[in-house]
């Protein structure tokens, strides 16, 4: 999905940003990344790695760049202003809050829409299977709740077996039950196909339960980056998840809420 271009331009010869280019390790690297709209700068020297198979969450402020910064690796901000350097992968999937499935196609028609290859509907019938929803092949968008929307969304990217895998808070328009089911579905996603993926959110926990790191975006930078060990991440470590929740609430400027 990410445009690639054959060389390392600076800084594109319209004005607009630089696409992303082919990473031929496969990993993503991202330098001095500064995106702006008009006079309004957004990302102001962005540096970010993330390795082959790591999770990373970006956390921060509504209206911080997050997106701004997810758009930039999946090649759509063509219209923005800036420079850089991107590289990113070949196969390159992203989820969205909103599922944006096609209404007037079926479940099965959502997930092999572009798909090429001669076994396409049978890879799409496992992506489904995958995520829970076989049976549902034939359902159309509207017969779906919210959630199994966001499942079919998440069989449509890993049907394209991505090696990054960027996601704009794909959970953040769930119920909290829901938001922890997809939790653990994303997890068992994660560990059969390995993607490097990078998660955007504003929920401090939903970052810590998934993340190996955590991103904290302010002011258009990468202000805090912090690491989260398996036990930290499931709370085995609970003085530990504690304390990691609390630095980045201060990361984010929140005041922790007195018990009373
Ligand atoms: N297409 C656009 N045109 C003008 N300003 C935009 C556009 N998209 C985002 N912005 C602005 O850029 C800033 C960062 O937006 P965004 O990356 O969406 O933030 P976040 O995802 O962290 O909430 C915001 O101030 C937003 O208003
Ligand atoms: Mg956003």
């Known amino acids: 999905m990410a445009a690639h271009s054959g ?3 600076a800084v594109a010869p319209s004005g ?3 696409s992303a280019v082919t990473s031929p390790g496969g990993t993503v690297s991202v330098r001095n990344l500064i995106r702006s709209f008009g006079p309004k700068g957004v990302l102001n020297g962005v540096d970010l790695d993330i390795a082959p198979g790591e999770f990373v969450a970006l956390l921060g402020p509504s209206g911080c760049g997050k ?3 997810l758009r930039a690796l999946a090649g759509l901000d063509h219209d923005v202003r ?3 350097v991107i590289s990113v992968p070949e196969r390159v999937s992203v989820v969205f809050q909103d599922s944006r499935l096609l209404p007037w196609d079926s479940v099965l028609g959502n997930v ?3 798909l090429r290859e001669h076994d396409a509907e049978a890879r799409a019938r496992k992506a489904l299977a995958e995520v829970g929803l076989a049976g549902r092949e034939k359902s159309w968008p509207h017969e779906l709740s919210g959630g199994e929307q966001q499942r079919v969304a998440l069989a449509r990217s890993l049907v394209r077996e991505p090696q990054l895998l960027l996601a704009d808070e794909p959970f953040g328009a769930l119920d909290a039950l829901t938001r922890i089911k997809m939790h653990g579905l994303l997890q068992d996603l994660i560990a059969a196909h390995r993607p490097a993926v990078l998660l955007v959110t504003h929920d401090v926990d939903e970052a810590i339960a998934l993340a190996d790191r955590i991103v904290v975006l302010d002011s258009g ?5 912090r690491t989260v060990t398996p036990e930290v991440g ?3 470590d609970a003085a530990g998840h504690e304390a990691l929740r609390r630095d980045l609430l201060a990361d984010l400027g929140v005041e922790p809420v007195a018990s009373h």
């Not at 930078?221 to 980056?225: D, E, I, K, P, S």
């Open 7 to 9: 060389g390392l331009t």
């Open 16 to 18: 607009t940003a630089p």
């Open 67 to 69: 997106s701004t910064l």
């Open 82 to 84: 800036g420079s850089g």
């Open 112 to 114: 092999t829409l572009g």
């Open 221 to 225: 930078r990468v202000a805090t980056v």
């Open 234 to 236: 499931s709370a085995v």
